[in-house]
């Protein structure tokens, strides 16, 4: 079955450390993204990409970096320049037609220790 | 920046009954789409209006569009308890990228 994976579940970043979440799709989908999303609040958009090797910064895109060197996949990293990154990360993909549907991974869910 | 403004920001009902949200934009928009999340999951997509549509049915959801008033509504019919989840809007404004704005939420809950 086509999907996202997102792995891991659950993960736990010390201070100063950089940690990095992973999405992979076997949809064949041009455009990937990568929203954040904190208790109660809809989704803010931190980096997307509409092709290989090529991405653009979200609205929150301070603190995170991501790099696109597959169609199939779309890592994420926290930086420790992230000073709040505690929250449910989420990996999506489309097709790439203007606007159109998006397929969500499950999420990461991301805490400080 | 979110566009989407939903409205209850929670809804409580029962078992077969209807319910209805309701989804406010600020700036003119190529389409509109509902979502759902349930729990700790990521969302599922569940319905696209275009902007030149005015409303749109899928099995139990019913979907309209005022692009006048920037508003938008999703009604669920015959609501079940499987129906509880959090439901969002997002809009899509046309340009160079596919990029989505979403609202911040209903969360609905359906009393068995």
């Known amino acids: 079955d086509g999907g996202i994976t997102q792995s891991p579940k659950y993960l736990f970043r010390k201070e100063g450390q950089n940690v990095t979440l992973s999405c992979e799709q076997n949809?064949?989908?041009?455009?990937m993204y990568w929203y954040r999303q904190d208790p109660g609040q809809g989704l803010r958009l931190i980096y997307y990409s509409q092709i290989v090797n090529d991405f653009q910064k979200g609205d929150i895109a301070e603190g995170y970096s991501v790099s696109r060197e597959k169609k199939e996949s779309f890592p994420l990293t926290v930086t420790s320049a992230q000073k709040n990154p505690t929250a449910f990360y989420l990996c999506?993909?489309?097709?790439?037609?203007?606007?159109?549907?998006?397929?969500f991974g499950d999420g990461t869910r991301l805490s400080i220790l | 920046s979110q566009q989407g403004e939903e409205d209850p920001q929670a809804l409580s009902i029962q078992e077969g009954e209807n319910a209805t949200m309701n989804c406010s934009y600020k700036t003119s928009i190529n389409n509109l789409q509902w979502y759902r999340q349930n729990s700790g999951r990521g969302l599922v997509h569940l319905i696209l209006i275009r902007s030149n549509e005015r409303e749109k049915h899928s099995g139990r959801l019913r979907v309209t569009l005022d692009t006048s008033k920037k508003s938008s509504s999703l009604l669920i019919t015959a609501s079940r308890a499987a129906d509880t989840a959090s439901y969002f809007c997002a809009t899509a404004y046309g340009g160079a990228t596919n990029k989505l704005i979403f609202g911040t939420g209903t969360l609905l809950a359906v009393q068995p």
């Open positions: 999506a993909s489309s097709i790439g037609s203007q606007g159109g549907p998006q397929h």
């Open positions: 949809l064949n989908h041009d455009a």
